[in-house]
């Protein structure tokens, strides 16, 4: 057994996937609906990640989310931030952290892994 999606909820599925296509290279599976749409690895193998419509709230601490790992973490910060995340104001960083929290356009938190610390 193993992962194939993660599925996220988003208010405007559109907007959620344009965002996370360009953040991660991924393209539709097959085409999006209003309220639904799987993304998947433009190449090769790799988890999908479902956005499916929702008008549940964001939640400040969530119970699950994105860790994207990256040997150049403030490159893919600050492109992740140009592609519309936001910075969050994390209040659980321990100290010399090797992660940095952010949120997509819809505001779900995910996280930025520098796999090249310690």
Avoid at 34 to 50: H, N, S
Avoid at 62 to 76: F, G, M, S
Avoid at 78 to 96: F, M
Wanted: glycine share 8%; with cysteine.
């Amino acid at each position: 057994m193993h992962i194939g999606t993660v599925v996220m909820g988003a208010s405007d599925v559109a907007r959620a996937a344009a965002f996370w296509k360009a953040a991660l290279g991924y393209v539709e599976r097959e085409p999006a609906r209003d309220d639904w749409v799987v993304l998947v690895p433009a190449e090769g193998p790799g988890a999908g990640l479902a956005l499916g419509r929702s008008d549940s709230p964001v939640q400040e601490v969530p119970r699950v989310h994105l860790d994207l790992y990256t040997e150049e973490q403030d490159a893919e910060v600050a492109r992740l931030l140009a592609l519309g995340a936001a910075e969050v104001d994390w209040e659980l960083y321990p100290e010399d952290p090797d992660f940095v929290v952010l949120a997509d356009p819809e505001g779900n938190r995910f996280c930025v892994i520098d796999t090249t610390h310690g």
